[in-house]
């Protein structure tokens, strides 16, 4: 009898202890489900929100420079270059499917205007306008002629139309693009500055250049721009032009007796062997900056280039 007590106790208290334990288990599985829980939440509460990307897209070299600086630690930027940066101009470039493709994706599309991108005009129709940013704004065009960022007073409208545009489109990070501008507009300005220094002494002189680019660049800096003997480097001048070219610069030599000859740099040119060997003169390489490296004091260093041989060409 006193066994049968004994026993029923024991298994009572076996229950009892076994129940405990299960109850407490449960409370601390409740205690770290509710801290896992509350983990989770503080660092949803905490962790910050991964920037929207956006793509931006320059139509060429020059664009793209400009968007390298603007563009520079805003969160989210995917930059796109269309035109490879070995095109040049775009005046006798076709979009290829690639092109079309990324015209189509992309969320702003930067281009430079005053009739440099021509062949994108009805494919530019089908994307929504307020998306297009374009650089040249209300920039006074001369004959049609778009190359305003050769000269360092264009470049600075440029980059800050462009600025302007992208902080219209992405206000949330519009003071980064106006900030970034400032910044690069000042080391602009500081080139023009030494540029102006180097070149003032030669103002009045006068220069043929074998590529449009230039007049802009000539107009600032005060050289007599006598004229442009190609549209392209890619073209050459007929018989005839070559004639007119080498009446100019008999003219200008009578008149001045000073002349330089500009080719551009990385472009060969039978036009220019011809010339020098009728008048004898040097042909000197200038870069309008637009093919090089992605790089962004690509453009700063085309310009210090630029300086340093119009200083060599027009002093001889």
Same mark, same amino acid.
């Given at each position: 009898m006193k066994r049968n007590i004994l026993l029923h106790t024991f298994r009572g208290i076996v229950l009892l202890l076994c129940s405990l334990t299960l109850l407490a288990c449960t409370k601390k599985s409740e205690t770290f489900s509710n801290l896992a829980s509350a983990n989770a939440n503080r660092q949803t509460e905490t962790q910050p929100e991964s920037p929207r990307e956006l793509t931006v897209t320059a139509s060429f070299y020059p664009i793209y420079i400009m968007l390298m600086n603007i563009t520079e630690n805003v969160p989210g930027i995917n930059l796109k270059l269309m035109a490879p940066q070995d095109t040049g101009c775009l005046h006798h470039y076709h979009l290829s499917p690639a092109d079309m493709e990324l015209i189509q994706s992309t969320d702003i599309m930067v281009v430079n205007g005053g009739h440099m991108e021509e062949f994108m005009d009805k494919v530019l129709e089908?994307?929504?306008?307020?998306?297009?940013?374009?650089?040249?704004?209300?920039?006074p065009v001369v004959d049609h002629n778009p190359h305003i960022w050769v000269a360092p007073a264009g470049a600075i409208h440029q980059v800050q139309q462009?600025?302007?545009?992208? $902080?219209? *489109?992405? !206000? #949330? &990070? $519009?003071? *980064?693009? !106006? #900030? &970034? $501008?400032?910044?690069?507009?000042?080391?602009?300005q500081t080139l023009q500055d030494s540029m102006t220094a180097q070149l003032s002494p030669l103002a009045g002189s006068s220069m043929i250049t074998f590529h449009e680019a230039f007049p802009y660049f000539a107009s600032q800096f005060n050289l007599n721009l006598a004229g442009s003997i190609q549209r392209e480097p890619d073209s050459e001048p007929t018989a005839r032009e070559l004639v007119e070219t080498l009446d100019i610069i008999k003219t200008v030599q009578e008149k001045e007796g000073k002349l330089a000859l500009f080719a551009e740099l990385n472009f060969a040119s039978s036009a220019a062997d011809v010339i020098a060997a009728e008048t004898g003169l040097t042909v000197y390489e200038l870069d309008p900056a637009t093919t090089g490296i992605l790089d962004k004091d690509a453009y700063l260093h085309a310009m210090e280039y630029n300086a340093n041989v119009l200083v060599q060409a027009l002093s001889n």
């Open positions: 089908t994307l929504d306008e307020s998306s297009i940013v374009t650089a040249i704004g209300d920039w462009i600025a302007t545009g992208l $902080a219209r *489109l992405d !206000q #949330d &990070n $519009a003071q *980064l693009y !106006q #900030d &970034n $501008a400032a910044n690069y507009i000042a080391k602009i």
